[in-house]
């Protein structure tokens, strides 16, 4: 089975930063790796497909990159509507999700 | 609008049964394979099981296999989930999801999940 892991695991930041998070997949997917948002009491929420195309509707501060086993989210400028929790999966295989990365203030 | 609704949720002892619901609205469900995805209280989300749209294809995660069934009506427009040997671990939100295959910018194709509901809860306990 296919390993995802995220880090960081949780982040502080402050409205206007960029920040970044990594996933990591135990062997190659190629592109093949979707980034999720969730808020709790909310359904989750795709934001990038396909490694780096974004989800329509979803603002262009997301973007994503990477491909083979290395992959990464960026927000540039982070809104207040952006402290959330960070889900990468992988669809290569069996969809495994990463352990998610908690954005706060 | 396009709509995913879980329902059946509720708390169950172990060893018992329970059986969840999806109903979906506002796109054509038979054309669609479907999910479902849990996330255990304070954990990660954790891929359940899936069903092609025609039924013809159906996969498990190995801490469920023999114990959940999925299955679907395309004439109802729902999606279910048949729950049995109830295990404390099985506590979690459960959520249905719509997978789509997604076309990037290069023409490359991949499998997302685009339209969640907002879960159903099932609680495992004596």
């Known amino acids: 089975d296919i390993q995802m892991t995220q880090s960081p695991s949780s982040l502080s930041a402050s409205v206007g930063d960029r920040v970044t998070i990594s996933c990591r997949a135990s062997q190659m997917i190629s592109s093949y790796l979707n980034w999720y948002q969730h808020k709790p009491g909310k359904a989750p929420k795709l934001l990038i497909y396909a490694a780096s195309s974004l989800q329509s509707g979803v603002p262009s501060r997301f973007s994503g990159s990477g491909s083979g086993t290395d992959f990464t989210l960026a927000i540039s400028g982070l809104q207040p509507e952006d402290f959330a929790t960070y889900y990468c999966?992988?669809?290569?295989?069996?969809?495994?999700f990463g352990g998610g990365t908690k954005v706060e203030i | 609008d396009v709509q995913l609704v879980e329902s059946g949720g509720g708390l169950v002892k172990p060893g018992g049964s329970l059986r969840l619901s999806c109903a979906a609205s506002g796109f054509t469900f038979s054309t669609y394979t479907m999910n479902w995805v849990r996330q255990a209280p304070g954990k990660g989300l954790e891929w359940v099981s899936s069903?092609?749209?025609?039924?013809?294809?159906?996969y498990y995660a190995d801490s469920v296999k023999g114990r959940f069934t999925i299955s679907r009506d395309n004439a109802k427009n729902s999606l279910y989930l048949q729950m049995n040997s109830l295990r404390a671990e099985d506590t979690a939100l459960y959520f249905c999801a719509r997978e789509d295959v997604l076309t990037a910018g290069d023409g490359y194709r991949a499998d997302a999940f685009d339209i969640w509901g907002q879960g159903t809860m099932v609680t495992v306990s004596t």
């Open positions: 069903i092609s749209s025609s039924s013809s294809s159906i």
């Open positions: 999966q992988e669809s290569y295989s069996s969809f495994t």
